[in-house]
């Protein structure tokens, strides 16, 4: 069976897991025998795919061959139905099972993982009394959604049983804190960490420390590490690049190279961001080079809006044009990207035609692409396609006008001197509040006689 189950093993797990079905029957026409191993690699291939008849026979021959509460078998019998029947399936295969395993406990942890609190740490009461030790993956079952009081019952629960000291489930309670927003929990339990055995750890702690703006601390705690991967790298450039810290930034990222460190997208994002910054078209380009010879973030959209953006505010509208058409795969930022290059280096037709271009590429613009091309409109004065625009964006876009619309808009009219048509867009669509907002846009308002009066007579 070894033969057998090497090959239905490794199709299970490649591109063409039908082909694990073929083999498995082809085997059992053979009459040779499956074992755990067997059975677990056809589940795993039925759930890759969904395939629930072909899961339930599986599930029915293990019971012939006495193999359905083994731990391999029970755990990926469980785990098919989770995922492809429904819980209350995967629940009655876990109670068929006598001798649960660590694995067995964490998948009824993740089953039950929408109760409440008390259930789910009476399932861990039931797993410590039948002598199995929990691990990693039980308490991040247990903090999944847990509220604060939870997770300091759950944080102390870990210290007593000793796993404080495990990496990854110091990992999971300090994401648990960051994710309810309690950063000042998530700092007291940071200095209590041994940041050369945690690497880990202080790798979400970074991420803490970034997300509460404290870049100073990220940079401290992160350039003592002893040992440190491509996540502490980028977050470490992240943190320089918020901090405006851009020549550490840099010194930074020329250092992760000659240790050998990938290069990937996040740093990418980083460096590009400054490059955008500081208006650097060589450094830029120094990054997308880097990009193309590496091929890390060739593939990726945010990296290559970063592009755009990048190209287009520093003057490289061509750049800018042909990164886009380069891009293997667009998003409505990709498109704003381009409209709002155009609009800021004066070409305010050429934005309005890839606006028309975007929706019959069926790309659906939002309230920053609508905005982008109010703004080309204002500044080449072209009302008629800006109010056109305007007022198709609730009926068309499903996109309720914001503020900073009606900002550019009446802009856009007063700078081409269409007074009555700005106060009768501040008259229809603000109330009192607003209208005294509109009244301070940055426009030289004594060049027009207009003023703003209270609507509705008060």
């Excluded at 970034?210 to 440190?228: D, F, G, I, V």
């Excluded at 008259?427 to 209270?454: G, H, T, Y």
Aim: hydrophobic residues 40%; contains cysteine; negative net charge.
């Amino acid at each position: 069976a070894v033969s057998w189950n090497t090959m239905i093993t490794a199709f299970a797990r490649s591109n063409f897991p039908g082909r694990a079905f073929e083999l498995f029957s082809a085997m059992h026409g053979q009459g040779v025998s499956p074992d755990e191993t067997t059975f677990s690699s056809v589940l795993y291939a039925c759930t890759s795919i969904n395939a629930q008849e072909h899961g339930k026979s599986v599930h029915a021959k293990s019971i012939k061959h006495n193999l359905n509460t083994t731990v391999f078998v029970s755990t990926s019998l469980v785990d098919f139905y989770n995922k492809c029947v429904g819980r209350r399936d995967a629940l009655k295969v876990l109670e068929e099972v006598p001798h649960k395993s660590t694995a067995c406990w964490n998948a009824l942890l993740s089953i039950k993982s929408d109760s409440d609190f008390p259930t789910l740490f009476m399932i861990l009461r039931d797993m410590l009394r039948s002598g199995i030790s929990p691990n990693e993956f039980t308490f991040s079952s247990l903090l999944k959604g847990s509220s604060l009081l939870d997770v300091h019952q759950i944080h102390s629960l870990v210290t007593k049983l000793g796993y404080d000291g495990n990496d990854y489930v110091s990992s999971a309670i300090i994401s648990s804190y960051v994710s309810l927003g309690f950063v000042s929990d998530v700092l007291a339990y940071g200095v209590t960490l041994d940041p050369d055995s945690c690497n880990v750890s202080m790798n979400v702690l970074a991420g803490a420390y970034n997300r509460a703006h404290m870049y100073q601390e990220t940079k401290e705690l992160l350039l003592h590490q002893q040992t440190s991967d491509n996540i502490s790298w980028s977050i470490l450039i992240t943190a320089c690049a918020r901090n405006g810290d851009y020549a550490e930034a840099f010194g930074l990222f020329r250092q992760m190279r000659i240790l050998g460190h990938h290069f990937d997208n996040y740093v990418a994002v980083s460096l590009l961001s400054i490059c955008t910054k500081v208006n650097s078209l060589v450094l830029g380009r120094l990054v997308h080079g880097v990009i193309i010879k590496t091929s890390y973030g060739c593939s990726d959209t945010r990296t290559n809006n970063m592009l755009l953006d990048m190209y287009a505010k520093c003057g490289r509208i061509e750049d800018c044009l042909k990164a886009f058409e380069e891009m293997e795969d667009r998003n409505v930022i990709s498109w704003t990207a381009v409209i709002s290059g155009l609009a800021l280096n004066g070409f305010s037709r050429k934005a309005l035609a890839w606006f028309k271009a975007m929706e019959e590429a069926a790309v659906k613009p939002d309230k920053v692409a609508i905005l982008a091309v109010l703004s080309a409109c204002r500044h080449g004065g072209l009302v008629q396609e800006g109010m056109e625009i305007f007022k198709r964006m609730e009926a068309e876009y499903s996109t309720e006008a914001g503020m900073e619309h009606y900002i550019c808009v009446v802009d856009m009219l007063c700078k081409c001197g269409h007074l009555k048509q700005a106060d009768s867009v501040i008259r229809e669509f603000c109330n009192m509040e607003e209208a005294k907002r509109m009244a301070s846009i940055p426009v030289d308002l004594n060049m027009w006689p207009l003023k703003i009066q209270p609507p509705y007579g008060q």
